[in-house]
């Protein structure tokens, strides 16, 4: 039962491991166009599997930011893992051990949480493990391949690319905000702050990582604000 619980959480997490390959390629490239060793870009996509995450991490380290900006940094990316954890543990078998929980919550992500909260039946310690391996080994390999072949290019290539993922990270963002206002807001608010952040000498101060957090949390409240999620109707009656 272990067995087959284990092998159709890999088969539901294949989608998963080819979705992060292509994004995890692109951090790789990144991490090694902006100096940092393989190895080491490699480690981190291993020990971390979060993208917004880790790219803002690597911004920070290639900059020299201190290491409070870089917890407080991606505390602020990634504290919705906590409420994911919250919910799914909710749905986890009775059973399942604190070690077994505690090695499922390293692998919680926004794609592994939704397949996880669409299961129709509890999720097994052998379940999750093969749902999360699929997506981490997608993951690690994708960041290896990216930072193994932009090492092996030449360096004209090399800039050209960096010049080209700005492009690709674009093309990701405009899909969703040409058909949310709410998402075209927060998108234009954000750039704008940032622009003035670093052209007004006066919020010098503000650069680097705090810029990122002060940024994430004004233009979140806002965004709430101004654009609340209203309840469907009947919910809660």
Same mark, same amino acid.
């Given at each position: 039962m272990k067995k087959e619980e284990f092998l159709q959480g890999i088969r539901h997490g294949i989608p998963i491991c080819l979705g992060y390959f292509s994004v995890s390629f692109a951090f790789g490239m990144t991490a090694v166009i902006q100096g940092l060793p393989l190895w080491a870009a490699v480690l981190i996509s291993l020990t971390n599997v979060t993208s917004a995450g880790q790219f803002a991490g690597l911004n920070l380290m290639i900059d020299g930011g201190s290491a409070v900006e870089l917890v407080m940094t991606t505390l602020i990316i990634n504290i919705r893992y906590f409420l994911m @954890? /919250? @919910?799914? @543990? !909710? &749905?986890v078998e009775e059973k399942m051990t604190i070690r077994q929980r505690c090695a499922i919550s390293f692998g919680i992500t926004d794609e592994i949480f939704a397949v996880g909260m669409q299961y129709? &039946?509890? /999720?097994s310690a052998a379940y999750m493990a093969g749902l999360i391996c699929t997506p981490v080994l997608g993951w690690t390999l994708g960041t290896l391949c990216g930072g193994a072949i932009? @090492?092996?290019?030449? !360096?004209? /290539?090399t800039n050209a690319l960096g010049i080209a993922l700005y492009g690709m990270f674009i093309a990701?963002? #405009?899909p969703p905000f040409r058909k949310?206002?709410? #998402? /075209?807001f927060t998108v234009v608010l954000a750039a704008v702050m940032s622009g003035l952040i670093s052209c007004i000498s006066a919020l010098s101060f503000l650069k680097g990582g705090w810029s990122i957090i002060i940024i994430t949390v004004i233009v979140s409240i806002i965004a709430a604000l101004l654009f609340p999620v209203k309840e469907e109707e009947g919910e809660g009656s």
């Open positions: @954890s /919250l @919910s799914i @543990s !909710q &749905k129709p &039946k509890a /999720l932009t @090492s092996l290019m030449p !360096q004209s /290539l990701i963002i #405009v949310n206002r709410a #998402v /075209l």
